[in-house]
């Protein structure tokens, strides 16, 4: 067996052009290469090694899908992915597989994967001498006159060889005989044999002539085949039926009806009676497909359309007719005619997806190949002539090979699953006929997800406000992030920035990684603690992973929590109990004593109130329910007792309020005595007073430091972020004696106050607000702020 490889582009030009395609399109398809094999060999023939021709890594076959496609309809080839060599599948037969002498070629396509690559490999099937040559009949009878002249020719039965080449039909040669001799004819790729009158005949000496026709092939060894011939002599019938002219040539469209008449011709005989009555009828030498296409009426000599012609099993037909007389013996006369099938567009294009991927990634390149397909229209010229395109405006594209009607679909540009996730290519064949045909195929493509996009929260910054004296351990606030990907690329978990700085909040902060709940380890108290501020970081599970973070602002609201403390009276004893003296001769509205208190929660928490809870004369004293002033009501008369005791009752304005006492011993001295005891009580109001403004400047200043520090954190938030905060913390020392204070700061278009007990003029108190409410006027326009 000869096997035999090449490559195309042997010239320089052709080479060039082949490199310039292979750089346009990659790896796609390669030159194509050659093998030839003779017909009939066994299966599993080895062809060739297709992989190491083409360059391929034995190693790879399997991994890449080493496979072939071929364009037949059935396969006669494989390849073993393991050693790449191509072997034969199917037994082949060059006659049953190409028709006529040319070369008979089986294209086939070699295809590897991951890079995709297309390869052509074509196998030149050859011929061998398997048939021998046949005539159509065993048998051919003539009837010649004796009058015949030498040099008469009549024509034999044509044998035919199915093999080609050297191996089809070569010679014919005639049994040897006195008035006999063969003569060949060649037309187009036939050759035809004529039983030539070499001698005159004489029926009174030999009435029939038996002879031996025998076709030889040019095979080694050589076939051959024989046909009967004999030869009656008859009296004379010297005029022949005779046609306008030898050959005629018409043309006719394929489809045309059954029953179309397509040739009509009659023959002229100058012969009298029997012997000038013409019969038509096609010669025995057709092939047998012309019987089913047309027929000939023996009597007019039309030939019509029998069964269905298509320009696409055969574009032309060679029909030779008879004309014979009925004259003892019948003269015939011959013409060939010919007709040429014109083409209609009646096949639409066929589209073949040779290889696809049924998913891409969204971050493939533009320019990657996702398909490749070929196209092919049984019709002939503009007829079956293809345009390709796709049907709509999506982000891929049809790019021709370097072969004829072979294409790849690419990606033209950047692709993004979170805006379209699964495309249908749908790609259009139309042939150039009139009217044109169409055909479609659609590709499904589902776009696979790749970690491209970060999580995001809703809002930044991010603001709670959690009320002091909260459960530990308990979920105070959550946080949430989305994430446009799928899968682990969309799945978040969430975790707090880690801070340098000694107060980190992941020390009393904690949060679940899953679902972003955060649970406070330890309970706030607004006294110490007011704000603060901390960084979630939410991560996805992609690869590489992305992440994002959101600032937490955290204010802390205040509760009733502290009770009212009371500042004066104070006995030795650390008890709220005090001894007043009044002279028994004072005026109403004498100042007795002041009670003092302080509550360090702010707003209504810490608005306190004084009530005289227990009073030994109702009319004799008097007590100022906001400033705690205890005065007369009435001048003393000597009726009225000695001594009085005064329970006040201190409580502040929370929802449950919490309260203090205190006890006044007031004590009615005379004149002279209380004169006296004045300037003690004065020495000792004087130390007292002393020490009370110790504590209050004490309490003052841990209040301001407090509360500056809160100024400058707000004020470093409204630096590095968007929103804008103000802080402002007020203290203030009215000179009743009761300590008020507020926290003032803005948050976007909000404005909040969280207020003590004195307002400043101008200010409406809303009583019963949990949050410590007040509506203050809007200095900077006609409406007010409503502040929390």
Known sequence: ??????????????????????????????????????????????????????????????????????ESKETFFEVNPDNGFLYVRKKTDREE???????????????????????????????????????????????????????????????????????????YTLSSNDHFEIDIRQSDEEKIPFLVLKKSLDREQRSKHTLLVTAVDGGKPQRSGTLNVSVVVLDSNDNKPMFGQEMYQISIQENVPVGTSVFRRNATDPDEGPNGDIEYNFSKTLKKNVYDVFVLDKLTGEIRVKGSVDYEENNIYKLDVEASDKGTPPLTGECRVIIKIIDVNDNPPEIEVTSLSNTV????????????????????????????SLTSDLPFELKPSYKENIYSVVTKEHLDREKVSH???????????EPPLSTFKTLNIQISDVNDNRPQFSQSPVQFYLVENNIPGASIFSVSATDKDLNDNAAISYQIMRERSQNDVKSFLNINSDNGQITALKSFDFEILKTFQFQVVATDSGTPSLSSNVTVNVFILDQNDNAPVILYPVSSNGSAEGVEEIPRNVNAGHLVTKVRAYDADIGYNGWLLFSLQEVSDHSLFGLDRYTGRIRTLRSLTETDEAEHKLVILVKD????????TATVIVKVVEPKEAFAASDVQSSATDEEENNVT?????TLGSVSVLFLISIIVLIAMQCSKSTDYTSKYLPETNYDGTMCHSIQYRSGDKRYMLVGPRMSVGSTIVPGSQANTLVLPDRRGASGEKIR
């Not at 040319?102 to 490999?121: D, Q, R």
């Not at 495309?423 to 006929?433: H, P, S």
């Open 1 to 70: 067996m000869w096997i035999e490889s090449k490559s195309r582009g042997t010239t320089f030009s052709r080479f060039a052009a082949q490199l310039a395609l292979l750089l346009f399109f990659g790896k796609r398809a390669s030159a194509e290469i050659r093998y030839t094999i003779p017909e009939e060999v066994k299966e599993g023939t080895l062809v060739g090694n297709a992989a190491k021709d083409l360059g391929l890594d034995v190693t790879s076959l399997l991994e890449r899908r080493f496979r072939v496609v071929s």
């Open 97 to 171: 597989l190409c028709q006529g002498s040319g070369v008979c070629l089986v294209e086939l396509k070699v295809i590897v994967e991951n890079p995709l690559e297309m390869h052509y490999v074509a196998v030149e099937i050859t011929d061998v001498n398997d048939n021998s040559p046949c005539f159509p009949e065993k048998e051919q009878a003539f009837e010649i006159f004796e009058q015949t002249l030498p040099g008469r020719r009549f024509q034999l039965l044509t044998a035919r060889d199915p093999d080609a080449g050297i191996n089809s039909i070569r010679s």
């Open 361 to 388: 990634s969204e971050d493939v390149k533009p320019g990657t190949i996702i398909s490749l397909i070929s196209v092919r229209d049984k019709d002939a010229g503009l007829n079956g002539k293809i345009i390709s």
């Open 423 to 433: 495309y249908e290519v749908t790609i259009k064949a139309t042939d150039c006929g």
């Open 653 to 660: 304005n929370g929802n449950v309020s919490l309260s203090a």
């Open 694 to 698: 110790l504590y209050l400047m004490i």
